[in-house]
């Protein structure tokens, strides 16, 4: 997978916290998150659900649709998760291969 870059975003246990990121190495990324690896609001926060993700070609391209999805209300987040996953599954197995 690391040709490409991904915008993802995490969740909780409950839905109820939303984080967006970028990487060009999203399974260990998503690791990263899930072992508490990275210092901060995911790790405060339990944050380590994958439950969205956007494949792009370049890292500048990424970083764009990072500071979209950031900069959209709440819902409009939900929204773009429902449409890739609308049972809010964590999607880290799938991307594991």
């Avoid at 339990?46 to 792009?56: A, R, S």
């Amino acid at each position: 997978m690391s040709e490409h870059c991904y915008v993802y975003i995490l969740t909780n246990k409950l839905n109820t916290v939303l984080y967006t990121g970028v990487t060009n190495d999203l399974v260990r990324r998503i690791f990263e998150h899930k072992e508490k690896m990275v210092e901060g609001f995911t790790k405060k926060y339990n944050v380590n659900k994958l439950v969205y993700y956007g494949v792009f070609s370049d890292i500048k391209s990424a970083i764009q649709r990072e500071k979209q999805i950031k900069g959209i209300t709440r819902q409009k987040k939900i929204n773009l998760i429902n449409i890739m996953n609308k049972d809010w599954k964590d999607l880290y197995r799938d991307i594991c291969g």
